[in-house]
Nanobody, 136 residues
Framework: VQLVESGGGLVQTGGSLRLSCTAS????????IGWFRQAPGKEREGVAS????????YYRDSVKGRFTISTDNVKKTVYLEMSSLKPEDTALYYC??????????????????????????????WGRGTQVTVSS
């Protein structure tokens, strides 16, 4: 499995960016995929996820209403649309994903949408990241 992110860049506060993550060797039937970010001096944090088994998305509170995760199974690409960007969104953004028949059931049984990000931290395949910088 190989995940390659793109679309990062420098944007002013309030601006928008669309990140892309293209997956190869990835089964887009049963899968979990998500976006994480890591700012300098801070721990990596989960931003958004999508679980194919139940079609649910999850967003961390600080990006709800501003970020949208979506998938294009034909293009084998996952997107993160980011709007109303803030300086605190500045970070290296990573895509992580996993696929397989074990994911016919959502991580955690689907009771907790945040379980997808926890699953990816342990079992996910990772890209190398794309830098997003939001200037004030």
């Amino acid at each position: 499995v190989q995940l390659v992110e793109s679309g990062g860049g420098l944007v002013q506060t309030g601006g928008s960016l669309r990140l892309s993550c293209t997956a190869s060797g990835f089964n887009f039937r049963y899968y979990v995929i998500g976006w994480f970010r890591q700012a300098p001096g801070k721990e990596r944090e989960g931003v958004a996820s999508f679980t194919s088994a139940d079609g649910k998305t999850y967003y961390r509170d600080s990006v709800k209403g501003r970020f949208t995760i979506s998938t294009d199974n034909v293009k084998k690409t996952v997107y993160l649309e980011m709007s109303s960007l803030k300086p605190e969104d500045t970070a290296l953004y990573y895509c992580a994903g996993d696929s397989g028949n074990n994911l016919r059931v959502p991580p955690g049984g689907g009771e907790n949408p945040a379980a997808a990000l926890a699953y990816l931290k342990t079992f996910g395949h990772w890209g190398r990241g794309t830098q997003v910088t939001v200037s004030s």
